[in-house]
């Protein structure tokens, strides 16, 4: 009976190791870079991208479906949501944080911050 119990704890204990595991999302930085981009701390969690620049980075949009990214209202005022607007094709992903107002269909849409 006190072997049974001796065992079993140490297979309860053997269960409750754990081996390091490699970071699915860890950013490969050779590949990163030979895509033209660079790798840097993000959001509010600061996880490492990498970040490309668009190809159409600030073309002028009136949609999504005109960029790569989104398309987002240009300057720093707020425009009236609902109201027509164009924009430019986003810069990178990395304008994913902070505040942005995006441009859908020509229309204004409110502003979102995400940190």
Do not use: H, W
């Given at each position: 009976?006190?072997?049974?119990?001796?065992?079993?704890?140490?297979?309860?204990?053997?269960?409750?190791?754990?081996?390091?595991?490699?970071?699915?999302?860890?950013?490969?930085?050779?590949?990163?870079?030979?895509?033209?981009?660079?790798?840097?701390?993000?959001?509010?969690?600061?996880?490492?991208?990498?970040?490309?620049?668009?190809?159409?980075?600030?073309?002028?949009?009136?949609?999504?479906?005109?960029?790569?990214?989104?398309?987002?209202?240009?300057g720093d005022e707020e425009l009236v949501p609902g109201a027509k607007a164009t924009g430019v094709c986003q810069?990178?992903?990395?304008?994913?944080?902070?505040?942005?107002?995006?441009?859908?269909?020509?229309?204004?849409?409110?502003?979102?911050?995400?940190?």
């Open positions: 009976m006190r072997l049974t119990l001796i065992l079993s704890t140490l297979l309860v204990l053997a269960g409750c190791t754990t081996t390091p595991a490699t970071d699915p999302s860890a950013v490969d930085a050779a590949q990163c870079a030979a895509s033209g981009g660079r790798v840097q701390t993000l959001g509010r969690l600061q996880r490492e991208q990498c970040v490309v620049v668009y190809a159409d980075a600030g073309k002028a949009c009136s949609s999504k479906s005109d960029c790569s990214g989104q398309c987002l209202a240009s810069r990178d992903v990395s304008q994913n944080f902070g505040c942005r107002q995006r441009i859908d269909g020509g229309v204004a849409q409110g502003t979102i911050c995400v940190d």
